[in-house]
């Protein structure tokens, strides 16, 4: 059964170790507080943690949703015990909402498939993180725009959502009409596994529905107020379409702090980081140096102001990151901003000057 739900001659030789124990493979398709829904040769079952590994994990080694682990038959029970987490191939994570730490969404995904309304909860700052996030993850982004017939102008939507991109592909369709849907073949093919993930009325549970063809998750009609859905999705599930592909539905997520290294934020600003590398300084800040790349681009309006501030925010937050627990690096970027800040309040000032006179 375990075939059916993305097992490899790669994953069988890495669970060499873990067979000779007596343990068999299984892969996690819901949690539940500390219950996990996991499938193995025994068929579905519900698992728990073993005392020693409840023990013994650290921060993020606790079983997610796609994890593929090692466990065994409990005494007398129908419920298997885990035992141990086969590597990740990929994980999918965020900076946790109360207070610090990882937060991970869902492991050993192929494809991030990133889904956003067409209508008036459309937001491409929101798209950009997630963009980051998803390269970060090891998996492939695609984003998803749903709801295309509520959409006035679909096309200049679509063609406004690829200019962040990133190359990430962009498929746009409409879950209750079906249009659409056949564009996302190309990602959901028998044994590979996606994730839906997105804000909350987006759509993720309506499409999950319509690809699987009957009704899996529980959904919710738009506010009329600001065109915002109802939070259907309470927990990440693993379903298994009918056509063999693997699809990971998670709950909506208002709030989104991102957790990367500086390739996927290149990555995902792929056009401003190219910009970056054309200014005629190696050490340029962007702000009022002659021959900044970056600074023509937003005065000639091929970069908005938008984008370009994006990305620093994005920027900012991540090196926070990096280095919080690092005070000499603290104090060296608080330094930088500090200088940066600087030029671009007395560019302000010149500005406003000249405009006087």
Not at 41 to 55: I, V
């Amino acid at each position: 059964m375990i075939d059916l739900y993305g097992w490899s001659d790669a994953l069988q030789a890495s669970f060499a170790p873990q067979l000779e124990l007596g343990r068999l493979p299984a892969r996690v398709t819901a949690h539940h507080r500390g219950l996990w829904r996991v499938v193995s040769a025994e068929g579905e079952r519900n698992a728990r943690l073993s005392g020693r590994f409840a023990l013994d994990a650290a921060q993020g080694e606790h079983p997610v949703v796609g994890d593929w682990l090692a466990a065994s038959k409990a005494d007398g029970s129908d419920e298997l015990t885990i035992h141990a987490l086969l590597p990740r191939a990929s994980v999918f994570t965020r900076r946790a909402v109360s207070g610090g730490g990882v937060q991970y969404i869902a492991a050993n995904i192929d494809v991030v498939v990133l889904v956003a309304a067409l209508n008036g909860d459309l937001n491409l700052r929101r798209l950009e993180r997630y963009l980051v996030a998803a390269r970060e993850s090891g998996a492939a982004p695609v984003i998803v725009l749903t709801k295309s017939d509520l959409a006035e102008d679909a096309d200049a939507l679509v063609a406004e959502v690829e200019t962040i991109a990133g190359g990430a592909p962009v498929v746009a369709l409409s879950a209750r009409t079906g249009a659409g849907l056949d564009g996302l073949s190309p990602w959901l093919q028998p044994g590979q596994t996606a994730a839906l993930l997105g804000s909350s009325g987006a759509g993720k549970s309506t499409l999950l529905n319509a690809l699987a063809g009957t009704e899996l998750m529980d959904t919710g009609a738009i506010r009329e107020s600001d065109d915002r859905g109802r939070h259907t999705t309470t927990h990440r599930e693993l379903f298994r379409l009918p056509g063999g592909a693997l699809l990971i539905d998670t709950p909506g997520m208002r709030e989104f702090g991102v957790l990367a290294e500086d390739a996927a934020l290149e990555a995902s600003f792929a056009d401003v980081a190219e910009l970056m590398t054309q200014c005629r300084f190696g050490d340029c800040a962007h702000v009022t140096e002659p021959g900044c790349a970056v600074l023509a681009a937003r005065t000639a309006g091929s970069l908005s102001e938008e984008r370009w501030h994006a990305f620093l925010k994005l920027q900012k937050e991540l090196d926070f990151e990096a280095r919080k627990d690092d005070p000499k690096a603290q104090a060296e970027k608080r330094a930088h901003w500090k200088q940066i800040h600087k030029s671009q309040r007395a560019k302000n000032k010149f500005r406003a000057r000249s405009e006087e006179s």
